[in-house]
C-alpha cells in the first residue's frame, strides 16, 4: 500500500477522495522539525561547519509534531505501507518538510516526492506518475534562509534589547522601515493652500481653469508640481464662483471624443491578489491568505504561493471554451499571460487560477469563500478575452462673465470585452455618452443637485499611511520578502507592537521609530555604503536564495559569505554601541540616580556628564548606584506606569482607586522590580480584566465558527460544549467562555 503525506487535514480530505481506500493519505501538520528553540542549542545562533559544507544542527521536533508522526508510522505499519509518497507544498519549505518526513519514514521501503499546482483527480494522478526524489536545492535554500534569520534574528535581537525592543529581523525590519520613514514625511509635511471651483453639467465634472502652465502665477504644490485648476488667488475663485452661481449655465467651445482600449491583466501572483482584496474588499493580507488556503485545500484553485503569472495551456483552452459557450468566439482574446519573469521572480508553478475554469461558483463555499473564488475565477476568465473598448470626451467651456475656461471630461464603455467576466462583482459603469447631449455652442444648464457650483478651499494632504496591501505592494517592487512572507510580516510588526493598524492604516509606534531611527543605524557601514536592514542588502539576500534554489549557487558558498559579511557588520555594530550610553541604561541610571542624594551622585560620577559617558563608563557607574541603593525601593518604570494605567482605563477605574488595590493613592508612589508594588497592582489589575465578563471578539467568534465547521458542529452542538446555548451567551477575555470553548473545540477529534 501506498502512503501519501500532505500538509494539512482539509487537504489530506480532499486527495483521500480521490485517491480512495486503497491509498492512506495522512497529514504532517506543517513543519515537523526545524531548529532548536529549546535547551543547549535553543540558543545557538550558528552551528559550526566544514568549508564547502552547510551546517548540520540537530532538528527538533515541533509543537505536537513528534505525536503526530508516530501516529502516522503506526498507521503505516498496520497497513503494510511499502511506498511513500510525499506531497508537501511545491516551494522551499514544502520541500523542507518532504526532507525531513523522507529521513523519518526511510523504513518504509522507497520514498518519492510529488508535487502538484492544484488539488484535482488529473493533477494527482500526473503528480503520482512522475514522482521523483526530494530536491536538495530547495530544501538547501531552505535550510540557509533558517540559518540566516536565526543568526540576524538571535545576534541582532539581544543586541536590540539595550533599548528595551524584543526583536529585529531579516525581512521584518526592513519593511518596518518603509512605515518609519512614510510617517517622518507625514510629520514633516507642509501644507499648501489652493482655492478651485468645481460645477456639475449633464453629468460632467467642470474645473475652472485658472492659469496655464507657463504663467508665473501658476499653482504649484509643495514639491513643486503644478495643478492648473488650482489658484492661490481667493478674489479670483470666489469671481469664478459667483459667474457660475449666475449663469447656471456653460457653454462647450470645444469638444473632442477619443475611443481607446483596456487591456485584461493577467491572473493573480499572491502580491496582486493581496493588493486586490485589500482595495475592493478592505482584507487584510493575513485573512486573505487564510481563505485563500481553504480554496486550495478544498480542490477549487491552485497553489495561492506564487511570482508567477504563467498558467498552463490546458486551462486557457477551457477558459476560451467557458467564454464561447457564454458570451461567443468574439469575446475569445490572446490572452493576457504577464510576459516574461523577472529577475527576482519564483517562476515554479503558475499563477492563482480555478482549477476548474468552468465552475462560475462551486458548491459549499462559505461567504468570504465566495467572494474570494468569484475574484479569482473573473481575473483568470478575463485574462483570455478581447480588450475592452472605452470613450472619452474632453469639453472646454465657457461663461459669459468670466474670461477663464472650465476644463469638463468623462468617459463611457462602449464594449463590454474582458469586463464581462467580472459583470457579478463590479459595478456596471457608464454605457452612453452624457445627457443631454454636449455640443459645441449649444449652453447646457448645471445639474440641480447640492453645492452646484462648489467654491473649493483647502490645503494639500500629507501622503497616506500605508494599507496592509499596499505595503505588501512596496516590498514586491524592493524585492524583500516573497509569496510566503509578505502576510507573517506584517501580522509580526503588529504582534511585536512596532505598528499598529488604525482603521485600516498602518502607523509606527514609539517603540517601531525608536528601532529604526535608534538601532538599525549602528548596522550602517559608512566604508561599504552597506547596512544590514535596507532593502537592497536584503533583497540580495533573496535573490541568492533564489539562486540556490535554482542552483546557480551553491547553499554553502552563499552561507560562508553572508556570515562573513554578517560578522563584520555586528562587530562594528557592536564597537559603536559602547562608544556611548543606551537608553536602556540611561533610563535606569536616572532611576536610581533620584535615590541618591546630591552629594552621593557627585561622588559617583564626578563632574561627568551622562550622556557623554561610554557604554564601559555608564556600565560602572550604574554598579556604584545599584550598591548605594541596594536597601532602597526602586520607583516603577515607566513601562510599568503605562501598563498599569493601560488595565485601569481598560476596567474604567481612575488613578486613585486603581492604586488602592496596593494600599497606595497615586502611581507615582508605586515601586518596580518583580516584588515592588507596581508588579503586584499589574497582577491584581489582569486578574479583575480576565474575570470581567465581556462579548468575545470578533477573531474569536470567527474561530469558534471555523473550529465548528471542521468538527461538523453546528452552533448549539457546539455551544453545549461549555453549557450555554448559542454564540450570543459566550463570553470573552483569558477565563470567558470562548477561549474554553476554542480549547475544547482544538481537542475534539475530526470527523
Not at 653 to 673: H, K, P, Q, R
Not at 674 to 702: H, M, Y
Amino acid at each position: 500500500m501506498d502512503l501519501v503525506v500532505v500538509e494539512s487535514g482539509a487537504k489530506a480530505k480532499t486527495i483521500q477522495k480521490y485517491l480512495g481506500k486503497n491509498v492512506l493519505v495522512r497529514a504532517s501538520n506543517g513543519h515537523i522539525q526545524d531548529l532548536p528553540t529549546k535547551g543547549k542549542d535553543g540558543s545557538k545562533a550558528l552551528w559550526s561547519h566544514k568549508k564547502g559544507n552547510l551546517p548540520d544542527p540537530p532538528w527538533n521536533w515541533t509543537a505536537r509534531a513528534e505525536k503526530n508522526v508516530k501516529r502516522i508510522i503506526s498507521d503505516s505499519r498496520r497497513k503494510k505501507v511499502d511506498r511513500v509518497l510525499i506531497a508537501t507544498d511545491p516551494d522551499r519549505e514544502g520541500e523542507f518538510i518532504a526532507w525531513r518526513l523522507a529521513e523519518l519514514l526511510s523504513d518504509f521501503g522507497e520514498v518519492q516526492r510529488i508535487t502538484f499546482n492544484e488539488i484535482t483527480k488529473s493533477a494527482i494522478r500526473d503528480a503520482l506518475e512522475s514522482a521523483g526524489t526530494v530536491d536538495m536545492n530547495l530544501v538547501d535554500a531552505a535550510k540557509v534562509r533558517r540559518f540566516m534569520d536565526r543568526l540576524i534574528g538571535y545576534r541582532t535581537s539581544r543586541f536590540s534589547r539595550s533599548w528595551s525592543l524584543s526583536s529585529m529581523g531579516r525581512v521584518q525590519t526592513p519593511t518596518l522601515a518603509f512605515v518609519v520613514d512614510r510617517e517622518k514625511k507625514i510629520q514633516n509635511f507642509v501644507s499648501t493652500p489652493y482655492w478651485a471651483v468645481q460645477a456639475f453639467a449633464s453629468g460632467v465634472d467642470f474645473r475652472i481653469r485658472f492659469h496655464d502652465r507657463d504663467d508665473p502665477l501658476v499653482w504649484k504644490d509643495e514639491k513643486g508640481k503644478i495643478d492648473i485648476h488650482r489658484t492661490n488667488d481667493s478674489k479670483l475663485a470666489d469671481k469664478a464662483f459667483e459667474a457660475l452661481k449666475l449663469e447656471s449655465k456653460l457653454t462647450p467651445k470645444k469638444v473632442s471624443v477619443k475611443n481607446y482600449k483596456r487591456r485584461p491583466k493577467p491572473p493573480f501572483t499572491t502580491d496582486t491578489l493581496l493588493q486586490a482584496t485589500g482595495s475592493k474588499y478592505s482584507w487584510r493580507p493575513s485573512n486573505t491568505m487564510r481563505v485563500a488556503q481553504g480554496l486550495y485545500e478544498a480542490g477549487h484553485i491552485t497553489y495561492m504561493r506564487t511570482d508567477s503569472t504563467r498558467t498552463s495551456a490546458s486551462s486557457r483552452e477551457t477558459a476560451k471554451e467557458f467564454i464561447v459557450s457564454k458570451w461567443g468566439s468574439a469575446f475569445v482574446g490572446k490572452g493576457a499571460l504577464g510576459g516574461k519573469p523577472s529577475s527576482g521572480v519564483q517562476d515554479a508553478h503558475e499563477a492563482i487560477r480555478p482549477t476548474n475554469p468552468l465552475s462560475e461558483l462551486p458548491n459549499g463555499l462559505d461567504d468570504s469563500q465566495v467572494r474570494l473564488y468569484k475574484l479569482i475565477w473573473s481575473r483568470f476568465i478575463a485574462s483570455q478575452m478581447v480588450d475592452s473598448e472605452w470613450a472619452s470626451m474632453k469639453i472646454e467651456g465657457k461663461l459669459e462673465t468670466f474670461e477663464k475656461v472650465l476644463d469638463g471630461d468623462t468617459k463611457w464603455r462602449v464594449l463590454a470585452g474582458w469586463e464581462s467576466a467580472f459583470e457579478a462583482i463590479d459595478k456596471k459603469p457608464p454605457l452612453s455618452p452624457p445627457t443631454p447631449e454636449i455640443v459645441e455652442g449649444n449652453a447646457i444648464s448645471l445639474d440641480s443637485k447640492d453645492e452646484n457650483p462648489r467654491l473649493i478651499e483647502d490645503k494639500t494632504k500629507p501622503p497616506a499611511r500605508y494599507t496592509q496591501h499596499g505595503l505588501v505592494a512596496l516590498m514586491k517592487s524592493e524585492g524583500i520578502g516573497r509569496p510566503s512572507t509578505y502576510a507573517t510580516t506584517i501580522k509580526k510588526l503588529l504582534d511585536r507592537k512596532y505598528c499598529s493598524d488604525n482603521k485600516g492604516r498602518l502607523k509606527p509606534t514609539e517603540q517601531g521609530i525608536m528601532l529604526c531611527d535608534e538601532v538599525v543605524p549602528y548596522y550602517n557601514s559608512n566604508e561599504k555604503s552597506l547596512s544590514l536592514f535596507s532593502s537592497n542588502f536584503t533583497a540580495e539576500m533573496e535573490t541568492d536564495l533564489d539562486q540556490i534554489e535554482t542552483g546557480q549557487h551553491s547553499g554553502a558558498e552563499v552561507w560562508e559569505d553572508f556570515v562573513d559579511s554578517f560578522r563584520e557588520l555586528h562587530e562594528s555594530a557592536v564597537a559603536k554601541k559602547k562608544e556611548k550610553p543606551t537608553k536602556r541604561q540611561l533610563d535606569y541610571y536616572f532611576r536610581l540616580a533620584d535615590l541618591v542624594s546630591e552629594e552621593e551622585l557627585v561622588r559617583i560620577i564626578g563632574d561627568d556628564d551622562p550622556r557623554e559617558m561610554d557604554g564601559k563608563r555608564m556600565g560602572e557607574v550604574i554598579d556604584d548606584l545599584r550598591t548605594a541603593t541596594e536597601d532602597m525601593p526602586m520607583p516603577a518604570s515607566p513601562k510599568q506606569i503605562s501598563y498599569a494605567k493601560s488595565l485601569a482605563e481598560s476596567l474604567e477605574m481612575d488613578e486613585s482607586a486603581a492604586c488602592e488595590l496596593v494600599g497606595l493613592s497615586n502611581f507615582s508612589e508605586l515601586t518596580g522590580g518583580k516584588s515592588g508594588t507596581a508588579s503586584e497592582l499589574i497582577g491584581n489589575l489582569k486578574g479583575k480584566v480576565d474575570s470581567t465578563p465581556r462579548p468575545p471578539s470578533p477573531k474569536q467568534l470567527n474561530f469558534i465558527k471555523n473550529l465548528a465547521k471542521k468538527a461538523e458542529l453546528d452552533e448549539e452542538g457546539a455551544c453545549k460544549m461549555v453549557g450555554i446555548s448559542s454564540y450570543s451567551e459566550l463570553s470573552g477575555g483569558r477565563l470567558g467562555t470562548a477561549s474554553k470553548l476554542i480549547e475544547s473545540l482544538r481537542k475534539k477529534p475530526k470527523k
